[in-house]
């Protein structure tokens, strides 16, 4: 239970990051948390994790179709309709 805690407050702190990291992070936190529950130890965690982050990315990536990531002129990057 308390593994369980650790992750919702692990991804409530990634609330505030760009759209790719927020989709990485909830699928490595889902993956990790189904993983382990599934396995019962912490190597189906650590498998899970990443198997969710990877398919959290290409996930995020497929839904956000139209969308670009710009840089501007003080090298922050953001996210826009593409032109």
Do not use: H, P
């Not at 989709?23 to 490595?28: E, I, K, M, V």
């Not at 130890?41 to 959290?56: C, E, K, L, M, T």
Request: aromatic share 4%; net charge positive.
């Amino acid at each position: 239970m308390k593994k369980i805690a650790f992750a919702v407050v692990a991804m409530m702190a990634l609330a505030g990051c760009t759209t790719a990291e927020n989709d990485a992070a909830l699928g490595g936190t889902a993956g990790a948390v189904i993983g382990g529950l599934a396995t019962g130890d912490a190597g189906g965690a650590i498998v899970g994790g990443v198997v969710g982050a990877a398919s959290g990315v290409l996930i995020g990536k497929a839904t956000r179709t139209g969308w670009c990531r710009y840089r501007d002129r003080n090298g922050r990057i953001y996210e826009a309709r593409c032109r």
